[in-house]
């Protein structure tokens, strides 16, 4: 008999868990005959908090009398669930029969076009993969130029290049799934390098520095199946015959010719979207949301989370939405335990903000998003580019305020909460360094609001959070693309045949994992209409 068995205590990586099961169960160890572990996380909601694991647990027969006793969170497996944690590829990532005559076209090399590329030369169709930006390791120079003396490559930076947002962004992973779909990119993960403990981590997270050395291993996979990739180059416009898309355009003028086109260039490529607009591409505005990061010590968090000092847990994270009656609901975004605030512009003349850590989250700050929703009905006019106008003009604003030098503005998040300018500024992780601005000088009324309300509530969560070690650095303008490229069921344009817009810059991905299964799913749209037998 197979059960499912939740919050069992964590004996540690190299611990024995049976004893454990078996005191849960309430039976004896040799009753246990298999076990595997399916998610492990910190409960910090107990005194002291503690280590718990789900496992998947085999029984010998005969031992129904546990299922009879109700223990909490202990059920019977079906096929589902061990279809779910199965550590197998789902059936059709191994189709190989491929028509010849489609050469896909990949338009980014971020998470939706790497994992696209990926999966459609496993399946024998290798694409041309064209990237604007730099490979990551010539990508990482240019964003450690910028970093540290503010030169800014407007073509290679913290949003284009290999990898995408998600490689300066701590490489969150987050999903309480691993079967299928999902299964197979985090297993392609782990093949090139990523720590095994993801397949099973409640939070898991790959770390800037790790991300630069996996990329490269996916990179030589997908060259290996026949993918061509060609960094530093730009796609400028979309080649549309007879209403179908039939190739894309590139900065110096050659066309290249193949497809579909799978469009997956993140969300920030707003001149990508203009052209996609401009040749016909149906789209609409979305909301999104917006605000800016907070920051704390790590030790704050430790203590406000845990109750007591981190010691062997890792460095505490919060995830916190508020709920007020008076102004706009907030919520927490992109939470970095360890971390860094980072600027994250791809344009001149602009200040954006992000949040990273590296692998071991070591730092001595933590700092999250606190982003309020911004509705359709708050941009200046309804065409599909009015929320890039809305935050164009934030970033703008930023820049010139704090020094027109990539400074980003900042206040004590107790002056903050009192509409009082902050005249000394603590000491912050933002590396081009920070200005005393009133923020309500950035972010419009509404976010304003939002975001203090959401702050005095989440003081109750974390004590401390809206305290004198607090400071908030602005604006987080970049959390998910403000328009939406409309597709039919096949995930391709409503007006554009050929033509498949996906992942955070077509609107329909909100981080790594989601974009990664877009991309993903793409690709097996394709499968399925190329490749429609199994050899």
């Not at 969560?461 to 403000?482: D, L, M």
Request: aromatic share 6%; with cysteine.
């Amino acid at each position: 008999m197979s059960l499912l068995v939740a919050e069992v205590v964590w004996p540690g990586a190299d611990g024995d868990p049976v004893d454990e099961i078996a005191s849960r169960l309430g039976i004896s160890p040799d009753m246990v005959v298999d076990w595997q572990l399916i998610r492990r996380s910190v409960d910090g909601r107990r005194r002291p908090p503690r280590w718990l694991a789900n496992y998947l647990v085999t029984l010998r027969a005969g031992e129904a009398a546990v299922l009879a006793a109700g223990f909490h969170g202990v059920r019977k497996t079906t096929e589902r669930d061990h279809n779910r944690f199965s550590v197998e590829d789902p059936p059709e990532a191994h189709r190989r029969a491929w028509d010849r005559s489609c050469r896909p076209i990949v338009v980014g090399a971020g998470p939706a076009g790497i994992f696209a590329a990926l999966r459609l030369a496993e399946a024998g169709a290798p694409a041309i993969l064209l990237e604007r930006g730099d490979a990551v390791a010539g990508r990482h120079h240019a964003v450690r130029d910028f970093w540290r003396h503010g030169r800014l490559n407007s073509e290679s930076n913290v949003v284009y290049g290999e990898g995408g947002a998600g490689a300066f962004s701590d490489g969150k992973i987050y999903t309480r799934r691993r079967d299928g779909d999902l299964g197979w990119i985090f297993r392609r993960l782990v093949l090139a390098g990523a720590d095994p403990d993801i397949l099973a981590e409640g939070y898991a997270h790959l770390g800037t520095d790790k991300i630069r050395e996996i990329l490269p291993r996916l990179r030589k996979r997908m060259i290996d199946l026949g993918v061509e990739p060609r960094f530093n180059t730009r796609v400028d416009g979309l080649i549309v015959e007879d209403g179908v898309a039939v190739g894309v355009r590139l900065a110096d003028g050659a066309e290249l010719r193949g497809g579909p086109v799978i469009v997956a260039t993140g969300h920030s490529a707003r001149d990508t979207w203009a052209w996609m607009l401009d040749a016909g591409a149906a789209a609409e505005a979305r909301p999104i949301h917006i605000g800016a990061r907070i920051e704390h010590p790590q030790k704050l968090i430790d203590r406000g989370r845990y109750g007591q000092a981190r010691g062997e847990f890792p460095p505490a994270s919060y995830r916190l939405r508020s709920k007020p009656s008076d102004a706009r609901a907030a919520h927490t975004f992109c939470m970095c335990p360890g971390g860094t605030v980072v600027p994250a512009s791809n344009h001149q003349g602009r200040v954006v903000v992000n949040g990273m850590s590296y692998s071991k989250r070591a730092a001595p700050l933590a700092n999250s998003a606190v982003i309020v929703a911004v509705e359709v009905a708050d941009y200046d006019g309804s065409d599909a580019l009015a929320g890039v106008r809305f935050q164009d003009a934030i970033e703008a604003k930023a820049f010139a305020l704090a020094g027109e030098n990539f400074g980003a503005p900042a206040q004590r998040v107790e002056d903050f909460l009192n509409d009082r300018p902050s005249t000394v500024l603590p000491k912050t992780s933002y590396i081009l360094g920070t200005q005393p601005v009133e923020l309500n000088r950035v972010l419009p009324p509404f976010i304003i609001d939002g975001m203090k309300a959401a702050i005095r509530q989440f003081e109750r969560a974390v004590p401390g959070f809206s305290g004198p070690e607090g400071v908030i650095i602005a604006p987080e303008t970049r959390t998910t693309a403000p328009l939406r490229f409309l597709r039919d069921d096949t995930m391709t344009s409503t007006t554009i045949k050929g033509l498949m817009p996906i992942g955070e810059g077509a609107g329909y991905a909100g981080g790594i994992i989601s974009a990664a299964l877009e991309g993903y799913r793409a690709a097996m749209v394709l499968v399925e209409r190329f490749s429609p037998v199994e050899d």
